[in-house]
């Protein structure tokens, strides 16, 4: 498989979890690049990939299609491109234009190179809105040019998952038409519902954050947090534990008023419930629901790791702040393991029906011919 787009390697780590090789992945952040390298190129959990830590812009799809496939097939493409042109939070038709949104097309451009049997692809819900339209129109229209069944966009939630906190993305999945899709669903089913529903449904209730806020590990490199001034810090000491609200603490700041969009902003995480969405600004409360449930700070880019299911030997690079960004733009690895080896499944039986159809297109010689021989 190959990962574009990378980040941190939430996805990548998904795939290795899932059994999968990693051939090569690309990431122009060079702390996420960092961060990958030593993280899934450096350990045992995938030695041997190779990490391109450049704009994929300026690379050559088709030549490193033909220096690392030459061999053997690609079977699974991953990746989520740059999603700030299409997130939720611009209003009006801000990031129509974002040059940023193109990038699924050139994404695109290694799915025509590598010719994967599958690819799938990850985004905000955002790019479904009407104002980018154009965008996913032109991508689909590729795909089906270049011999793509592509599934409808399913916005999926990580809750209904396992997974200990609440965010929703899209995924696009592609099968070559080539591959045998037969009793093959897109997406899995759910495995997790709201509490009040699971004896009905016979699903399990969703999981509640708490354990990213235990036993933590000792000289932890990633068990840091912002330092807040006396103000800020008081504040929080006012806030009621677990699920306390920036209103319950009385601080009120111009920006605040007649914006009800703000009513997260600096509260405590409730760990009983599901996390909210881990953001690029996961460390910063004052960029949402991110201070810790008890203590009287934000929460540290460990415990934010820990929400999206990364294993506390998974070393951020580069600082808090770059740390919490990497984490915020990566897939939940729990999450990604479940959707891929759902897709494992259906290579593997792609490949069982493959090897079936070259051993009976093989010729065999009659007796007779085998004694003259």
């Known amino acids: 498989m190959v990962d574009l787009f990378a980040g941190a390697g939430g996805f990548s780590l998904a795939a290795v979890e899932a059994g999968c090789e990693i051939v090569f992945a690309v990431e122009f952040d060079k702390n996420a690049a960092?961060?990958?390298?030593?993280?899934?190129?450096?350990?045992?959990?995938?030695?041997?990939?190779?990490?391109?830590?450049?704009?994929?812009?300026?690379?050559?799809?088709?030549?490193?299609?033909?220096?690392?496939?030459?061999?053997?097939?690609?079977?699974?493409?991953l990746g989520g491109p740059p999603c700030q042109g299409f997130s939720t939070h611009r209003i009006n038709d801000a990031g129509v234009n974002?040059?940023?949104?193109a990038l699924i097309h050139?994404?695109?451009?290694?799915?025509?190179?590598?010719?994967?049997?599958?690819?799938?692809?990850?985004?905000?819900?955002?790019?479904?809105?009407?104002?980018?339209?154009?965008?996913?129109?032109?991508?689909?229209?590729?795909?089906?040019?270049?011999?793509?069944?592509?599934?409808?966009?399913?916005?999926?939630?990580?809750?209904?998952?396992?997974?200990?906190?609440?965010?929703?993305?899209v995924f696009i999945l592609g099968v070559r038409r080539d591959v045998v899709t037969d009793g093959f669903e897109w997406p899995p089913a759910p495995t997790h519902c709201e509490p009040e529903t699971?004896?009905?449904?016979?699903?399990?209730?969703?999981?509640?954050?708490?354990?990213?806020?235990?036993?933590?590990?000792?000289?932890?490199v990633n068990s840091v947090h912002m330092n807040h001034g006396l103000e800020l810090t008081a504040a929080f000491e006012r806030t009621p534990p677990k699920g306390g609200s920036r209103k319950d603490s009385g601080r009120?700041?111009?920006?605040?008023?007649?914006?009800?969009?703000?009513?997260?902003?600096?509260?405590?995480?409730?760990?009983?419930?599901?996390?909210?969405?881990?953001?690029?600004?996961?460390?910063?409360?004052?960029?949402?629901?991110?201070?810790?449930?008890?203590?009287?700070?934000?929460?540290?880019?460990?415990?934010?790791?820990?929400?999206?299911?990364?294993?506390?030997?998974?070393?951020?690079?580069?600082?808090?702040?770059?740390?919490?960004?990497?984490i915020g733009n990566a897939v939940p690895v729990a999450f990604g393991q479940c959707l891929i080896q759902h897709i494992k499944m259906l290579l593997v039986r792609d490949h069982a029906h493959q090897d079936h159809q070259e051993n009976t297109n093989i010729r065999v010689k009659p007796i007779g011919e085998l004694v003259e021989a």
């Open 252 to 326: 009120m700041l111009d920006c605040h008023i007649g914006h009800d969009g703000h009513h997260d902003v600096y509260g405590r995480i409730d760990p009983s419930k599901p996390a909210p969405t881990m953001t690029t600004a996961c460390v910063n409360p004052s960029k949402g629901r991110f201070v810790h449930p008890v203590l009287h700070h934000g929460i540290t880019a460990r415990q934010a790791a820990r929400i999206q299911t990364f294993p506390d030997d998974y070393i951020f690079t580069g600082g808090l702040m770059a740390a919490g960004k990497q």
């Open 106 to 169: 050139d994404y695109f451009t290694f799915v025509r190179s590598l010719r994967p049997k599958v690819f799938l692809m990850e985004n905000v819900p955002g790019m479904l809105w009407p104002r980018h339209k154009n965008y996913l129109d032109e991508f689909y229209r590729q795909a089906r040019d270049s011999g793509y069944v592509v599934h409808q966009p399913h916005k999926l939630d990580a809750r209904d998952y396992g997974i200990p906190q609440r965010r929703q993305r």
């Open 34 to 77: 960092t961060t990958y390298k030593n993280n899934i190129g450096a350990k045992h959990r995938s030695k041997d990939v190779v990490v391109y830590n450049q704009d994929i812009t300026s690379l050559s799809a088709i030549s490193l299609a033909r220096e690392h496939f030459s061999a053997f097939e690609c079977d699974l493409l």
């Open 198 to 220: 699971a004896t009905s449904t016979g699903l399990k209730p969703w999981l509640p954050c708490e354990t990213a806020f235990e036993n933590l590990p000792d000289d932890d």
């Open 98 to 101: 974002d040059p940023r949104n």
